[in-house]
């Protein structure tokens, strides 16, 4: 039990240190390229999709060069994560509470969409909805936790984004807005909401059928955020108080909105924000 109990704490302390620092600590072995300090050179090569947690790419001339000299390639098991995040998640199974900003963005009118498309056309605008969405996140820094249907899930974690995470997860809502065709001449190419929240949250890996391990974030924090994005109509972020009050945001041009969310009795304070406004 004595050496459960301290394997229980050095996983924990490793994922502790990971996410609030986004270095390893000391003992834990991890390749060079891994290291926080590479971690911008890392972006830079071309091109996506890439890691969800490292950021090294799968495709292109720097997909070719991570493959070719550092074996690493899309997981087997998860394909939003690296063989080598995959080996950390399985081997050190587990996680640690803290607080993160949450970033989920919901296609509006899908059904109609898929009505209204052949399954290759719907396919090719959710592909490429993703791939927008998944840009501006890693430019970030954030974590893509799921892409799901029409949504896709992400976090920012103090390691990868910084302190001022919740400034980082409004700004990057902006940029996606804007990637989707939001505050320009022409008509958004997709409607899209998009709910962002900070809070405390648990983020580890996760186990699910077959044994497949993947980085996941669960808790009232990211339930909360789920429904402010499932209010949020097309063109708009709804931004917890709580995000608000840790990105330092003033209020002007934004809209109060007090509203009772699916499974809370109190209601929940959010600001309604429009890009260009």
């Known amino acids: 039990m004595a050496d459960k109990k301290i394997s229980e704490e ?25 290291r926080k300090v590479f971690r911008p050179l890392i972006k830079r090569m071309p091109r996506s999709p890439r890691c969800a947690v490292c950021y090294i790419p799968f495709e292109g001339i720097g997909g070719r060069f991570a493959k070719v000299f550092w074996n690493v390639e899309p997981s087997k098991l998860n394909p939003h994560l690296c063989n080598l995040c995959e080996n950390f998640a399985t081997e050190y199974h587990g996680g640690v509470e803290l607080e ?12 109609g969409m898929a009505e209204k498309s052949s399954p290759e056309e719907y ?20 974590f893509v936790e799921k892409l799901l249907g029409d949504e896709v899930a992400g976090f920012f974690v103090p390691g990868f984004a910084g302190t001022g995470h919740a ?10 807005m804007k990637a989707m ?12 909401g998009i ?7 648990y983020v580890g890996s996760v186990n699910a059928e077959g044994g497949v391990s993947n980085i996941a974030m669960l808790g009232d924090a990211v339930n909360t955020t789920a429904r402010l994005t499932s209010l949020a109509v097309a063109g708009e972020m709804l931004v917890s108080d709580a995000t608000r009050q840790a990105a330092g945001l003033k209020t002007d041009g934004m ?4 509203l009772i969310l699916k499974g809370r009795s109190q209601e929940v304070k959010a600001w309604a924000l429009r890009v260009g406004k």
Do not use: C
């Open 10 to 34: 050095m996983i924990k302390k490793a994922w502790h240190t990971y996410l609030t620092t986004g270095d390893m600590p000391q003992g834990f072995e991890h390749p060079w390229y891994e």
């Open 195 to 201: 709910g962002i929240n900070t809070g405390l949250a």
């Open 181 to 192: 065709g939001y505050g320009g001449s022409s008509k958004p190419w997709i409607p899209v």
């Open 167 to 176: 400034k980082v997860a409004v700004e990057t809502g902006k940029r996606i």
């Open 123 to 142: 396919s090719k605008l959710i592909n490429r909805f993703y791939r927008a969405a998944t840009d501006e996140l890693f430019k970030s820094y954030g």
């Open 100 to 111: 993160i900003s949450i970033l989920f963005v919901d296609v509006r009118g899908s059904t």
């Open 255 to 258: 809209e109060l909105r007090n």
